[in-house]
């Protein structure tokens, strides 16, 4: 499928799918929303795809925040109806996929942008990267899932203070917070992203999909993360993957895994 806002790249198992609105800093607009769905969507289903690495087009910008000029037009039921479309199509879809998603942040993260980060199972950022939500600015607040995922990896104080004064901070002071799992030159983002989903993509598949599913679970209220652990453990000894693994390690190999 041909996108408007969007680039979708295959290297290996890789896709990248990258935010192509270089001129208007990848802003999400509707557009950009609704194509995102489509493309993971495409990415899950697709066999031959095993891990999804996301980035914003240019230097400058990884996603720097909403496209704001859709915003003037809404009343309380529009901007609620707003954010619950991305948090169904795009955010928790993202953060409940299967198969693993890296954000590879290559500038500005702000706003949607820090939030779609943050729906992302590993974020890695260049060392010139800011990050932020700076929503409270336009009389807002984060409204696809910035509130709950910055808490949960950085702690409600540092959130609370990062949302309430809506300042950026650097690639450096994200890495130290939690926010992001590693900080690189620019040059280097691309290639230690790669570099560690290729490493992922050597483990099995069905494993990595409990794994997101547990770890998940952890974070939601009313669910029993423990429980899911248990349940998805039992599960993988049911799985050709588990078969292999045990035999590749009995016989000292490497195992391949087929994903069933």
Not at 112 to 138: F, Q, T, W, Y
Request: aromatic share 6%.
């Amino acid at each position: 499928m041909a996108f408007e806002n969007l680039l979708i790249e295959n290297k290996g198992r890789i896709q990248y799918i990258i935010i192509n609105r270089e001129s208007k800093l990848n802003a999400l607009n509707k557009a950009t929303i609704a194509e995102l769905h489509t493309a993971f969507a495409d990415a899950f289903k697709n066999p031959e795809v095993g891990g999804v690495i996301i980035t914003g087009a240019g230097q400058k910008a990884f996603v720097a925040g909403a496209d704001i000029a859709e915003f003037a037009s809404l009343d309380i039921k529009g901007g609620t109806e707003l954010a619950l479309l991305g948090h169904t199509t795009v955010f928790d879809f993202i953060e409940n996929g299967k198969k693993p998603v890296i954000a590879a942040i290559n500038g500005f993260a702000l706003g949607g942008g820090l939030e779609l980060a943050m729906a992302c199972h590993i974020r890695i950022a260049s060392d010139n990267a800011k990050m932020g939500l700076p929503e409270v600015s336009l009389g807002l607040i984060p409204g696809y899932g910035g509130t709950q995922r910055l808490t949960r990896l950085v702690g409600k104080g540092k959130a609370l203070e990062m949302i309430m004064t809506a300042d950026m901070i650097t690639a450096p002071e994200a890495l130290n917070l939690g926010l992001v799992n590693h900080v690189v030159s620019p040059e280097e983002l691309l290639p230690k992203a790669e570099d560690l989903l290729n490493k992922i993509l050597t483990r099995a598949p069905l494993a990595i999909a409990a794994a997101i599913k547990s770890v998940n679970d952890g974070t939601r209220d009313g669910v029993n993360g423990f429980g899911t652990e248990v349940k998805e453990f039992g599960k993988c000894f049911g799985t050709e993957d588990f078969k292999e693994g045990v035999a590749a390690f009995l016989g000292k190999r490497k195992a391949e895994f087929k994903g069933k």
